[in-house]
């Protein structure tokens, strides 16, 4: 799910630069494609604050016949900082996050391997936090091993719904847990987001993509 998200957050990033807004009956772009896709959460704790930093990188391409024949590479890397002070949770009432930070850049050097047994990935991607509006340049050097089976999962198409939008996925999916070295830093304060920290990663392989976007009329 926290892929899903990302993916979505990124795509609506860049339908925003080749969909024209409109007021006008409903419009229908339909996107094919590929992608290769790395995924790695940290989890740290320091005293009573817990961060989590999800970093999503992603090499494919999209196309939209006939008006795109010829299919456009998209490569993107998101990230998304969640951080909480555990004396005063944000599920507590009164209580907010201490940092929501996010950032994209299309500017990525990433390569990943076919069968999902390794990827690299570094970028420099501008974060902007939420709660404080500070903004700082989060450096990423970071190296994927996939381990372990290589799982296909070929389901429903899955839809999104939001006002005046529905997105709908479809495609097949291959998975494989991996491990992950590196660091992902903080530039400004020199916080390495990886140090002493628990970490969730996955490669993954998405072909036969089809995203059918509804824009308005409904």
Not at 24 to 39: C, F, M, P, T, W
Request: charged share 15%; net charge negative; aromatic share 10%.
């Amino acid at each position: 799910m926290k892929r899903i998200v990302l993916m979505l957050g990124a795509l609506a990033l860049y339908l925003t630069s080749v969909v024209p807004a409109t007021n006008a009956a409903a419009q229908v772009h339909i996107y094919r494609g590929s992608d290769q896709l790395a995924l790695a959460t940290f989890q740290r704790t320091d005293g009573t604050i817990v961060t989590y930093a999800t970093i999503l990188a992603n090499d494919g391409y999209y196309q939209s016949p006939p008006q795109e024949p010829t299919p456009t590479p998209f490569p993107y890397v998101t990230v998304a900082i969640f951080q909480y002070d555990t004396t005063c949770p944000p599920w507590q009432a009164g209580c907010s996050v201490t940092m929501y930070a996010n950032g994209f850049t299309q500017a990525t050097v990433f390569q990943t391997s076919h069968d999902l047994s390794s990827a690299v990935l570094n970028a420099t991607v501008t974060m902007t936090d939420e709660v404080t509006g500070r903004s700082f340049p989060l450096a990423i050097d970071l190296r994927w091993t996939g381990y372990g089976d290589t799982l296909r999962n070929v389901g429903s198409p899955f839809k999104i719904r939001e006002p005046g939008i529905i997105v709908t996925i479809t495609g097949n999916d291959y998975r494989r847990r991996a491990d992950v070295a590196g660091s992902v830093v903080d530039l400004n304060t020199g916080v390495d987001f990886t140090a002493q920290a628990d970490v969730y990663a996955e490669l993954e392989r998405a072909s036969g993509n089809t995203i059918m976007v509804q824009l308005g009329g409904y």
